[in-house]
């Protein structure tokens, strides 16, 4: 495990932002109060435009797939609290974009995208599909999210190497992909309690913890946390075996930039990268070497990012 950095003995120095965070959060601040004036100007045929905009800002270019209302036949019921968190297209990507930088922390985990992804050379495509298989496991028939996790364990049997830190890796060792598995899960629903349409009670976030468990297991991990207390236990027992390498910062430099390239596209995901940030735990904050400013985060990042994810749901209304 790499040391932390040593604390300045200057006390006057202050912390400075790595370069793309700062620019993320220059363009979360300027786009404030953009999604207010939006909301008072907007009107019904212009909703599929924004929608489709906060989507291409993240490279994503289709349509939202269809929902398996079918109960005999959805993967996951129709009512499941894990459909509620996984509809609220802006909290997932803040929650999404977040779950990336924390996932960047497992060396092993992080060595098999550096090696196998391409990320750089293809991120639109990585991203889409990502969000494709999100997508399936979440609103598809059990059918369809069978074919798409055989896929995903197909894939996982030619990802292996060797890790900068001399270890070996494989992407279907069942503790890496319960590591993968519950960053995501957290991160999605994190960005559902702080800017979702409204917080989930202990009891329906133990729900969707216990939800969004089998397809992890289907994946192959052996276990996964299944309640908030399990997901902190978890935490707890892996965090000192993570740190912010080489990979897991050039991960993160990347992921501040973001893909758009329309300045508008870079406004919004300059805020949503800037809310992503603040949901990380402040212990992964600082083994990736971002400085916390919670007066930013408060007054600024937080109060922007909950009136674009307000602006999203009314143009992409959350379906079930």
Not at 33 to 56: E, F, K, M, N, Q
Not at 232 to 245: C, E, I, P, S
Not at 283 to 306: N, S
Request: one cysteine or more; a neutral charge.
């Amino acid at each position: 495990m790499t040391a932390e950095p040593e604390a300045s003995q200057d006390h006057d120095h202050r912390p400075t932002l790595p370069d793309p965070l700062d620019r993320a959060i220059r363009l979360g601040g300027a786009v404030a109060t953009t999604p207010l004036r939006l909301l008072s100007t907007l009107a019904d045929p212009i909703r599929d435009d924004i929608g489709r905009g906060v989507r291409r800002s993240f490279g994503i270019s289709g349509e939202p797939r269809p929902r398996s209302m079918d109960p005999k036949t959805a993967y996951v019921h129709p009512d499941s609290v894990i459909r509620i968190v996984h509809s609220d297209l802006g909290a997932m990507m803040i929650g999404g974009l977040s779950a990336l930088m924390l996932q960047a922390l497992h060396p092993l985990a992080m060595a098999g995208v550096a090696d196998h992804s391409a990320y750089e050379d293809d991120p639109i495509g990585r991203l889409r599909r990502t969000a494709n298989f999100v997508a399936t496991t979440t609103f598809g028939t059990s059918a369809e999210a069978r074919v798409a996790i055989n896929h995903v364990r197909a894939v996982h049997r030619r990802v292996h190497g060797i890790a900068p830190d001399g270890r070996s890796y494989d992407a279907s060792d069942p503790e890496l992909l319960t590591w993968v598995h519950a960053a995501e899960m957290y991160c999605f629903l994190e960005a559902t309690q702080r800017f979702g349409a409204r917080r989930l009670a202990k009891s329906e976030c133990d729900a969707y913890y216990d939800e969004t468990a089998p397809v992890a297991i289907e994946l192959g991990a052996e276990w996964v946390p299944r309640s908030v207390d399990e997901m902190d236990a978890y935490f707890m027992r892996v965090r000192n075996n993570l740190y912010g390498g080489a990979q897991a910062i050039a991960a993160r430099d990347f992921l501040l930039r973001g893909v758009a390239r329309k300045p508008e596209d870079r406004a919004v995901y300059g805020l949503i990268a800037a809310a992503g940030v603040g949901l990380l735990p402040r212990w992964a904050r600082a083994k990736l070497r971002i400085p916390a400013f919670p007066l930013v985060d408060a007054t600024v990042v937080t109060p922007a990012a909950r009136v674009l994810c307000t602006g999203l749901r009314w143009a992409v209304p959350p379906r079930r």
